[in-house]
């Protein structure tokens, strides 16, 4: 994935770059430090990180860390590490995850457009683009080298493509669902319209591209949520679109279901 979508969102930086004095000549630099930081197995957090970093005086300001650590991300040189102190760290790539068999750049496209509309369909050419950060070409070539392996239906104009074993879903009263932000079933779409309207699309997700936890029943986007975690308990606050009805109920299961998997008691309340 990385092969494939990195010279896409370096080339979409670029300007960016340039506007943060963030030359290749800097990123290769960053990069050594990174990597020699984390060297011989370590895991270190963001923090520990940029402060290597500061040490050599590279400068930080103006979020030129983040793209400094995006880069080496993109260049195939650190990947998510451990869990530290709670905190979230970095590795090294090579370090944490095997080296797998080499494949061609097509055979790569083929792969990513596979699993994607296995797992994902119904969804369209557009929707692929979006969610691989693939170029538009790149994305019909891997769509067309898989797409006998899909089913496809055509509804207002969009066509949508989908494995043939999809089973049917049926309707099912209990199918109400605390998801958390970014989670697959809001951003791997570009058009979200079959389970979020226009009315609450702003509602969900923020001006500047901040996918908020949602509310889904019955496959339909009907609020969202935030929890605030205490020692033992943990209070979920929903915030419905609408007035609920009977979905007060089977929040009210999943807001517990929650609870027992963090091993909380888990309390409720209703902003709407």
């Known amino acids: 994935m990385l092969e494939l979508a990195a010279p896409q ?13 963030l030359s290749e000549a800097i990123c290769n630099r960053s990069n050594t430090l990174i990597e ?14 940029l402060t290597e970093l500061k040490k050599a005086k590279i400068s930080l300001d103006n979020n030129r860390a983040s793209h400094l650590l995006l880069r080496a991300e993109l260049d195939q040189l650190i990947c998510s590490g451990s869990t530290k102190a709670n905190k979230k760290t970095y590795a090294l790539l090579e370090e944490r995850v095997p080296k797998g068999k080499p494949i061609t750049r ?66 099912n009263n209990h199918s109400l669902y605390l998801l958390p932000a970014f989670d697959e079933f809001i951003i791997s779409y570009k058009d979200r319209s079959a389970t979020l309207s226009d009315d609450d699309h702003k509602k969900s997700i923020s001006n500047n591209g901040i996918f908020r936890p949602v509310i889904v029943w019955k496959g339909q986007v009907i609020g969202i949520w935030k929890r605030t975690s205490l020692k033992d308990k943990i209070f979920v606050e929903a915030e419905f679109f ?16 929650y609870g027992n998997f963090l091993q ?5 309340r209703n902003t709407s």
């Open 9 to 21: 969102i370096k080339a979409s930086l670029k300007s960016r770059h340039k506007e943060l004095e």
């Open 242 to 257: 609408n007035m609920p009805g009977k979905e007060q109920e089977f929040i009210e299961k999943a807001t517990s279901i």
């Open 106 to 171: 097509n055979e790569g496209l083929a792969l990513l457009a596979q699993k994607y509309f296995a797992s994902h369909g119904p969804a369209t050419l557009q929707d692929f683009v979006w969610w691989s950060g693939l170029s538009v070409a790149d994305s019909k070539l891997a769509l067309e080298m898989v797409k006998n392996n899909f089913t496809s239906e055509t509804i207002k104009s969009q066509v949508y493509w989908f494995s043939s074993s999809l089973p049917i879903s049926k309707t």
């Open 264 to 268: 909380k008691k888990a309390l409720i």
């Open 36 to 49: 020699k930081a984390l060297s011989r197995g370590k895991h270190l957090t963001r923090e520990e990180i």
